[in-house]
């Protein structure tokens, strides 16, 4: 009976003899090498050595631009359902370093290019893909600094720092160098002559306003006193007398002129009845004569007494007003005598201390003549501000004197205005009841007015010879715009040129162009008025 044969598996295959042994034993078939096996490891390696030597090649040639490699199937196919065993993926970096992904693998269905798997930013940013159908890998594009594109190639774009600037005013902290001085110093004289009876304050003594510094002794002063104050009172005594006297002399005469009214009034009357008396013959016509007659002495009775009392109005008001009068002129001669007399008292014009003395008791001191220094006991500190400057310190602005930690608040009281030797004079006047003592060297701080317009970063700001721009973000594009500096001040610059509410890139990469594609940290396109970009430092730092 024949024997039955069955496939026999690459492991049930007995290892070929050797050429020293004995030929299988008669009656059992001999099986050929499966080199087809064989082949197929030999070919994929020998395809992704050569695939390896070549992606070298490429990438050290431009390893300044950066970029990536990726290896590709044999004659540009793919393979469906297993992976490659020689299948690699290499990426260029900045410095031209690689980098080999052991046992990469390409998807099943792609056909022709090689997946770049080389993402670093380099100096210029290259980017390589294989191309289809080769084993090799070629330059693809270089964009901007740290920018990097996939195989696909759709164009680069650069991370950017970006921030919205708004309007406003630029202002800056000012110091200036001042020294503390006494708001007012004086020598106090003498206004009449005497002799020093009384230091009431020495030398570094700090007096009030009106305190007797020095009292003088003048014997003339004290007797005008004393004549003065007799006049006012002899003066005083007659305006009384003299209107007790118009007084009690008026009633009298109103009670005159009372009577006399009351007389003629019942004359009058008797002389109607007798007249009508004598109508009817009852009475004479002498009657009548007489009671007229009696009528005529009692209109006379009442005029003079009418006139008495119309002297003693007028001797009240003209005689009692002469009267007042002397008063008067008495009071003011008193007054006199007696400012004359408080002049021999030397008093401080306002509080403050006393620098020096120059008498003595005992001494005597001439009308005029200088008796002390006096400094006022308000601080101030005199200033040169810069001419561009001095319209905004107006009287009552607000300034600070700084001495080590110590602050003090000033208010400007004076601002000449006008510059003198290139600066105007500025005097400020501590507000505090505790200044800094006199000669006290420190620095007058104040906030000066820079610019107004719109307000960007100082790192925003390129220069082209006499051009000045910056970029702004504008539908994920940058837009170089040309600025006008109106002014700087620390980390930033007001500017024109540009709107308020602008996305205004704030360090720009090195070769940034107009139109150039940008995108923020936040992955915004930097449209203007949106929310994106607001202006963080994009992933791994900035380009």
């Not at 110590?406 to 009841?433: D, M």
């Not at 205004?504 to 070769?511: D, F, L, N, S």
Request: hydrophobic share 35%; aromatic share 4%.
């Amino acid at each position: 009976m024949d024997q039955v044969t069955r496939p026999v598996s690459d492991q049930d295959s007995p290892p070929a003899p050797a050429p020293h042994q004995t030929p299988a034993p008669p009656g059992r078939k001999s099986r050929s090498f499966p080199w087809g096996w064989l082949l197929v490891p030999l070919l994929l390696g020998g395809v992704g050595y050569v695939g390896y030597r070549l992606g070298q090649d490429d990438a050290s040639s431009t390893a300044t631009a950066g970029g990536g490699f990726g290896g590709a199937g044999s004659g540009g196919a793919g393979f469906s359902g297993r992976s490659a065993s020689g299948g690699a993926q290499q990426g260029a970096g900045a410095r031209g370093t690689q980098s080999q992904a052991a046992g990469g693998q390409n998807a099943g269905g792609q056909s022709g290019a090689g997946t770049a798997a080389g993402r670093q930013g380099g100096t210029a940013g290259g980017a390589f893909g294989a191309a289809p159908g080769t084993g090799r890998s070629r330059a693809g594009s270089q964009g901007q600094a740290g920018a990097g594109r996939t195989g696909g190639g759709t164009g680069v774009t650069i991370p950017v720092q970006a921030t919205a600037v708004k309007e406003g005013t630029l202002r800056t902290e000012r110091r200036l160098t001042g020294t503390v001085a006494a708001a007012q110093e004086t020598t106090v004289s003498a206004r009449t002559s005497g002799t020093v009876t009384r230091i009431a304050a020495g030398v570094g003594s700090t007096v009030n306003a009106g305190q007797t510094v020095l009292a003088l002794s003048n014997s003339d002063l004290n007797t005008s006193v004393e004549s003065a104050s007799n006049a006012l009172e002899t003066a005083q005594v007659q305006l009384r007398s003299q209107t007790n006297s118009v007084q009690s002399a008026r009633a009298q005469l109103q009670q005159q002129v009372s009577a006399a009214q009351t007389t003629l009034a019942n004359a009058e009357q008797s002389l109607a009845a007798l007249q009508k008396l004598a109508a009817i013959g009852a009475a004479s016509r002498t009657e009548v004569n007489n009671q007229n007659a009696q009528v005529q002495a009692a209109r006379t009775t009442l005029t003079t007494a009418q006139a008495n009392l119309a002297d003693n109005t007028r001797a009240q008001t003209e005689g009692l007003a002469e009267a007042r009068l002397a008063v008067q002129r008495a009071q003011i001669a008193l007054n006199q005598a007696q400012a004359a007399a408080a002049a021999a008292r030397v008093t401080a014009p306002f509080a403050g201390q006393i620098t020096s003395l120059n008498v003595s008791e005992g001494q005597y001191l001439a009308a005029n003549s200088p008796a002390f220094t006096l400094v006022s006991s308000q601080r101030q500190v005199a200033v040169n501000v810069p001419t561009t400057e001095a319209g905004t310190l107006p009287v009552g602005a607000a300034l600070t004197f700084v001495v080590g930690q110590q602050k003090y608040p000033l208010k400007v009281i004076q601002n000449a205005g006008a510059p003198t030797g290139g600066s105007v004079p500025v005097i400020a006047r501590f507000t505090e009841s505790s200044p800094p003592a006199l000669g006290t060297v420190g620095s007058v701080v104040y906030s000066a007015k820079v610019a107004s317009g719109v307000l960007v970063p100082s790192t925003a700001l390129q220069a082209d010879n006499d051009q000045t721009y910056l970029f702004t973000i504008e539908n994920g594009k940058a837009q170089q715009h040309e600025v006008n500096v109106l002014g700087q001040a620390g980390t930033q610059t007001a500017v024109s040129g540009i709107e308020a509410g602008s996305q205004v890139i704030t360090q720009p990469p090195t070769g940034l162009l107009d139109g150039a594609s940008v995108t923020t940290a936040s992955g915004g396109s930097g449209r203007r008025g949106g929310a994106g970009g607001a202006g963080g430092p994009p992933p791994g730092g900035m380009p």
